[in-house]
């Protein structure tokens, strides 16, 4: 099994920046892509960024383009979310998520999670 732990959450003001990091352990040679989703009170998790191995097939969601960057450290097993003008909808808990196949949006194509960590944006 895979084991995935995200740390780099906070509080932080409108037009602040944040980088999430999630730790994968276990049987990660099994993992083609990592991704990040996240979920706003009273809403449903949502897809937010996705990369195969060595950074590669990278995804986005249209509305972080431009803004969140995702990046992926195969070596030491770690992928990485940089926020950068973020706004107070960017509010959310944001879960790691892997995958043993390519990556994609929908939740359903993501075999392992983490237990998420909470940003707040204030304004």
């Known amino acids: 099994q895979v084991q995935l732990r995200e740390s780099g959450g906070g509080l932080v003001q409108a037009g602040g920046s944040l980088r999430l990091s999630c730790a994968a352990s276990?049987?990660?040679?099994?993992?083609?892509?990592m991704g990040w989703f996240r979920q706003a009170p009273g809403t449903e998790r949502e897809f937010v960024a996705a990369?195969?191995?060595?950074?590669?097939?990278?995804v986005y969601a249209d509305s972080v383009k431009g803004r969140l960057t995702i990046s992926r450290d195969q070596a030491k097993n770690m992928v990485y979310l940089q926020m950068i003008s973020l706004k107070v909808e960017d509010t959310a808990v944001y879960y790691c998520?892997?995958?043993?196949?390519?990556?994609?949006?929908?939740?359903?194509?993501?075999?392992?999670w983490g237990q998420g960590t909470q940003v707040t944006v204030s304004s």
């Open positions: 276990g049987r990660t040679s099994i993992i083609y892509a």
């Open positions: 998520a892997a995958s043993r196949l390519a990556p994609v949006t929908r939740e359903s194509g993501y075999d392992y």
């Open positions: 990369t195969g191995r060595s950074g590669g097939s990278t």
